[in-house]
């Protein structure tokens, strides 16, 4: 290992160390390093904001001569006005522009993606079990996916008592909602050990065991 790749390979393993001091206690270096990681990362965006979002959407619109880019321009500026107290509500008419469009694009995606096309997976592979053009343990899980959809819809239809068929339905489909929290909370566990598990071979074998072989 050359000098500077030990230089910067010592810096990136004590600042993982620092990180990792925090599962004892509160500590001036794991504040340090968390501040050092907030303020690396806002300059970073700001960066890949400036050179990929305001350069070619702005600066170049306007020198094209679209000097109607001038209005996105100015209301974005305007955001600008919540440091000063004074000025702040000003920032209030840009964002809501910017909700109000941000939401007209967010619902019909939302929908289309999360709703329409589960729907439609549903319904296809139903077609696909009925014309027997799918194997019987596929045609048992799309069973199950169905009944836990339906179930779990039965759950949060609050206009009728869950008593009788229908509280045994929305007990289902608590069981299905349970399994699928469950199934979530896993996989986050998996994917954050995962992590850990990362830094601890680059603190073994990146770190130490390069440094001192």
Not at 19 to 32: Q, W
Not at 144 to 170: D, N, P, R
Request: proline letters at 2%.
């Amino acid at each position: 290992m050359d000098f500077a790749t030990a230089i910067a390979t010592t810096v990136a393993a004590v600042l993982t160390l620092c990180i990792f001091s925090f599962l004892y206690k509160d500590n001036p270096f794991y504040k340090f390093t968390e501040h050092l990681v907030v303020g690396v990362s806002a300059g970073y965006w700001v960066s890949i904001l400036y050179v990929n979002v305001a350069i070619p959407n702005i600066w170049q619109k306007l020198l094209a001569g679209k000097w109607w880019y001038l209005i996105p321009a100015f209301l974005g500026v305007l955001m600008w006005t919540r440091i000063v107290k004074r000025w702040a509500w000003i920032s209030r008419y840009p964002l809501a522009f910017y909700l109000g469009i941000a939401t007209g694009v967010a619902i019909p995606l939302e929908m289309q993606t999360k709703v329409l096309e589960q729907i439609f997976g549903t319904v296809q592979s139903f077609v696909a079990l009925h014309n027997s053009q799918t194997d019987f343990w596929a045609g048992i899980n799309t069973v199950v996916v169905v009944i836990g959809i339906i179930t779990s819809l039965v759950y949060f239809f609050f206009s009728k008592e869950h008593k009788g068929a229908t509280g045994g339905i929305a007990k289902v489909g608590i069981w299905t909602l349970m399994i699928g929290f469950g199934a979530s909370f896993g996989y986050t566990v998996m994917a954050r050990i995962s992590l850990l598990i990362e830094r601890v071979q680059f603190l073994i074998d990146d770190w130490l065991l390069k440094l001192f072989s």
